[in-house]
């Protein structure tokens, strides 16, 4: 079955720390740019962070700037989203998925149509 598949989440305090992981069944994530996007209830999805297939490239919203990180591991073809200091308003439902699309730039990465496979989300909630 090819699928992604989100982990890590939780509940966390304000303040505190989470790492996310995306990884694929069915196939390998290693050939693929990879974006975590969220959405909270009530909210559009909004894109969050972006990593070229050769994590040479990285893209954040400006909101989450300065305190996540994404990152990739190849040889657990696995990609993270390091959260720290985390605020009530990053609670949401956080997604990964596969880049479908070339050229994409720090001006278009968050476009939801580029995307075309989505995993089924891992909550996270920021809350004391």
């Known amino acids: 079955q090819v699928q992604l598949v989100e982990s890590g989440g939780g509940l966390v305090q304000p303040g505190g720390s989470l790492r996310l992981s995306c990884t694929a069944s069915?196939?390998?994530?290693?050939?693929?740019?990879i974006a975590w996007f969220r959405q909270a209830p009530g909210k559009e999805r909004e894109g969050v962070s972006y990593i070229s297939r050769n994590a040479g490239s990285t893209y954040y919203a400006d909101s989450v700037k300065g305190r996540f990180t994404i990152s990739r591991d190849s040889a657990k073809s696995t990609v993270y989203l390091q959260m720290n200091s985390l605020k009530p308003e990053d609670t949401a439902v956080y997604y990964c998925?596969?880049?479908?699309?070339?050229?994409?730039?720090?001006?278009?990465?968050?476009?939801?149509?580029?995307?075309?496979?989505w995993g089924q989300g891992t909550q996270v909630t920021v809350s004391s």
């Open positions: 998925a596969t880049d479908s699309t070339e050229r994409t730039t720090g001006s278009n990465w968050s476009y939801r149509y580029k995307y075309n496979r």
């Open positions: 069915g196939f390998t994530l290693d050939y693929y740019d």
